[in-house]
């Protein structure tokens, strides 16, 4: 399989929550990072946790980290529809050379 | 500060033309990366650089060539376009800063090849 994978498309109403969800096959990174694409532009990382952490909180986002299943997810609560991005995870697979990992991005739709 | 930017926005090649993609940070970043985005693969790392005059093969680097003369910049060249090269390209740069690894992104160059 892949070594980073998310599902492709979630769609939600407008004020519910939303949980997008990654698995990756192996890490050694020591940071675990969402990235946020709006239409037409650059990723812009949201939100990491470092990875001896379970959970991490920051205004309306969490992050939650097994590291025994290897899955990463992150919880936008009360989701708007200014939300409504394409969402990244990314880790590092090899320390080597520094480079992050992408999962294929998971659309967040948000209906009003 | 302009972050990191990329020229051009968009081109359109014929297959065999070449050109080169221009991306350029004034952040003193040691780290470059390129990659390209398609359609449900997310990012793939095409090449990417450490350090001035320094360059490394990534996920995907046939077909590339890259160059990095300056710090703050780092070039992209297809020397013979083909159609598979049609895609999204971003740059991206980050520091050096232990195991943290934040990457800041261009807008990306919208290519396709005919």
């Known amino acids: 399989g892949e070594d980073v994978e998310q599902s492709l498309f979630l769609s939600v109403r407008e004020g519910d929550s939303s949980v997008i969800n990654c698995t990756y096959t192996?890490?050694?990174?020591?940071?675990l990072y969402w990235y946020k694409q709006e239409p037409g532009a650059g990723l812009q990382l949201l939100t990491y946790i470092f990875s001896n952490m379970d959970m991490k909180q920051d205004q309306r986002l969490t992050v939650l980290l097994n590291k025994k299943d290897k899955h990463l997810s992150l919880r936008i609560a009360d989701t708007q529809t200014g939300d409504s991005a394409i969402y990244f995870c990314a880790v590092t697979l090899d320390t080597g050379r520094r480079a992050l990992t992408f999962g294929s991005g998971t659309r967040l739709q948000v209906q009003p | 500060n302009a972050g990191v930017t990329q020229t051009p926005k968009f081109r359109v090649l014929k297959t065999g033309q070449s050109m080169t993609l221009l991306c350029a940070q004034d952040?003193?970043?040691?780290?470059m990366y390129w990659y390209r985005q398609d359609p449900g693969m997310g990012l793939r790392l095409i090449h990417y650089?450490?350090?001035?005059?320094?360059?490394a093969k990534g996920e995907v680097p046939d077909g590339y060539n890259v160059s990095r003369l300056k710090k703050q910049n780092f070039l992209l060249g297809l020397e013979s376009a083909a159609p598979s090269q049609t895609s999204v390209y971003f740059c991206?740069?980050?520091?050096?800063?232990?195991?943290?690894?934040?990457?800041?992104f261009g807008p990306g160059t919208r290519l396709t090849v005919l």
């Open positions: 650089s450490v350090g001035e005059g320094t360059t």
């Open positions: 952040m003193n970043h040691e780290y």
């Open positions: 192996d890490s050694s990174s020591t940071y």
């Open positions: 991206a740069s980050s520091y050096s800063d232990g195991n943290y690894n934040e990457q800041f």
